[in-house]
T-cell receptor, first 112, second 114 residues
Framework: QKEVEQNSGPLSVPEGAIASLNCTYS??????FFWYRQYSGKSPELIMF????GDKEDGRFTAQLNKASQYVSLLIRDSQPSDSATYLC????????????FGSGTQLTVLP | KAGVTQTPRYLIKTRGQQVTLSCSPI?????VSWYQQTPGQGLQFLFE???????NKGNFPGRFSGRQFSNSRSEMNVSTLELGDSALYLC?????????????FGNGTRLTVT
């Protein structure tokens, strides 16, 4: 079992729809959770981070964390073609945000 | 504020050679982490440096090493290059403290080993 699992996709949604990206992790000691977006040929850029159970909203993005289920998700509302990218879920185990374990990423395509 | 700067952006080396990659952190950031990204293995943690000391190390062979200088700039070195070392090498910096601070990555160095 991989430490951090994501559906590789590709996930396609029409413009304006809600895109839902999911991630599960195996280490119950995980404390910090991050979503990065990576465009082809570029480096990952941080979108959201969440430390506590529940929802955290930032603009069109909402991160959801359920530590009991070891599940973290990212919702993108009003999806735009510019949101088309690979979304990486990352987890820090030791309480150090600097040592992250990444999932393999979900490729999202937003269709105009 | 300038971001994390990595040099060079692209590098082509031959098997058996060694390579040194450089990373300048965001001003004021004292922790530098290195990651390797390949299509097969994804993003994997290499090591983290703070105050010129390696704090954590990922599961990579000893051919991968690094160091940090007193100005927080960091270098990583890969010796005896193998074809499988072809990857995007990413550096990230953060302040070092009790509170968690998400990592922000530099643009990376793309290494091709032939």
């Amino acid at each position: 079992q991989k430490e951090v699992e994501q559906n590789s996709g590709p996930l396609s949604v029409p413009e304006g729809a809600i895109a839902s990206l999911n991630c599960t992790y195996s280490d119950r000691g995980s404390q910090s959770f991050f979503w990065y977006r990576q465009y082809s040929g570029k480096s990952p850029e941080l979108i959201m981070f969440i430390y506590s159970n529940g929802d955290k909203e930032d603009g069109r993005f909402t991160a959801q964390l359920n530590k009991a289920s070891q599940y973290v998700s990212l919702l993108i509302r009003d999806s735009q073609p510019s949101d088309s990218a690979t979304y990486l879920c990352a987890v820090s185990r030791s309480g150090s945000a600097r040592q992250l374990t990444f999932g393999s990423g979900t490729q999202l395509t937003v269709l105009p | 504020k300038a971001g994390v700067t990595q040099t060079p952006r692209y590098l082509i080396k031959t098997r058996g050679q060694q390579v040194t990659l450089s990373c300048s952190p965001i001003s004021g950031h004292r922790s530098v982490s290195w990651y390797q990204q390949t299509p097969g293995q994804g993003l994997q943690f290499l090591f983290e440096y703070f105050s010129e000391t390696q704090r954590n190390k990922g599961n990579f062979p000893g051919r991968f090493s690094g160091r940090q200088f007193s100005n927080s700039r960091s270098e990583m070195n890969v010796s005896t290059l193998e074809l499988g070392d072809s990857a995007l090498y990413l550096c990230a910096s953060s302040p070092f403290g009790a509170s968690e601070t998400p990592l922000h990555f530099g643009n990376g160095t793309r290494l091709t080993v032939t």
